[in-house]
Nanobody, 115 residues
Framework: QVQLVESGGGLVQAGGSLRLSCAAS????????MGWYRQAPGKQRELVAT?????NTNYADSVKGRFTISRANAMVYLQMNSLKPEDTAVYYC???????????WGQGTQVTVSS
């Protein structure tokens, strides 16, 4: 069983920064990619950023230049700078692993940006 545990969420003023962390544990034979999604109230869950095992990154247009995803072993991080109120959401860590590219999700961490 694979577990993902996020940390680092909280309340910050607009223009501020936060760093999210996610630790993966369990029966992970190989990591294909890790990433972050978010879901704001009343909206669909959306991709924020992903990073492949080879280090290729992908960002939503809305966060490009402000957010940076990085990974070290079974940890993934999201450095969020110049935060805006519209970044307020629950942020979920994701992991794709194994030959069949299984997907696993964390429980989420709340990020609130006040104006």
């Amino acid at each position: 069983q694979v577990q993902l545990v996020e940390s680092g969420g909280g309340l910050v003023q607009a223009g501020g920064s936060l760093r999210l962390s996610c630790a993966a544990s369990g029966s992970i034979l190989s990591i294909n990619a890790m990433g972050w999604y978010r879901q704001a109230p009343g909206k669909q869950r959306e991709l924020v950023a992903t990073i492949t095992n080879g280090g290729n990154t992908n960002y939503a247009d809305s966060v490009k230049g402000r957010f940076t995803i990085s990974r070290a072993n079974a940890m993934v991080y999201l450095q969020m700078n110049s935060l805006k109120p519209e970044d307020t959401a629950v942020y979920y860590c994701t992991l794709n692993y194994g030959l069949r590219n299984f997907a696993s999700w964390g429980q989420g961490t709340q990020v609130t940006v006040s104006s």
